[in-house]
């Protein structure tokens, strides 16, 4: 079954060891889930941020995910390394974060209400208090900031208005 998005759900990976948690989620959720996708993962997320914000595409967007059993196949998830009941998101994260949404945004016609949270569709504590709505939804408008100034500036060199 095709997924159609018209989602992002943001979940934590409860763990908060500062070492890198890929290998180790993609493990767990094989042993639960043992979903794989097409990309030989079984993380149940489609993008995996680590705290220092390398990510990782571990789903094709258009894969369903087993991350929230009502929205397998309506939503892209994105999985942070961390515990945010804890410990607050790296800036790196957030900025990995904010970019992911962004282009999740533009490729499938999404809005900045159509992020959500894990705990928004279940009772869990996915992903912790101390990653919120407004955090993820600002750092996309931050990110969709910076890329209108790149194309400004690139813009404003390419007629002479800016020195090379």
């Known amino acids: 079954m095709e997924n159609k998005p018209d989602k992002i759900i943001i979940h934590h990976t409860g763990n908060s060891s500062t070492q890198p948690q890929f290998k180790q989620s993609n493990e767990y959720h094989r042993k639960k889930f043992a979903w794989q996708s097409s990309t030989g993962y079984f993380l149940a997320y489609h993008y995996f941020i680590e705290q220092n914000g390398e990510h990782i595409q571990a789903r094709d967007e258009l894969e ?27 800036k790196a994260q957030m900025q990995t974060l904010g970019v992911i949404c962004y282009d999740i945004q533009r490729k499938h016609l999404l809005s900045i209400a159509d992020i959500f949270l894990h705990s928004d569709f279940t009772p869990t504590e996915c ?15 931050n990110a969709e900031v910076n890329t209108i100034k790149k194309i400004i500036l690139w813009i404003l060199e390419k007629i002479h208005l800016l020195p090379r």
């Open 64 to 90: 369903g995910a087993p991350d929230e059993l009502k929205h397998n196949f309506d939503g892209i998830s994105i999985g942070l390394a961390g515990d945010f009941r804890y410990q607050l998101p790296t």
């Open 127 to 141: 992903p912790g208090t101390n990653i919120t709505k407004t955090m993820v939804r600002a750092a996309t408008i």
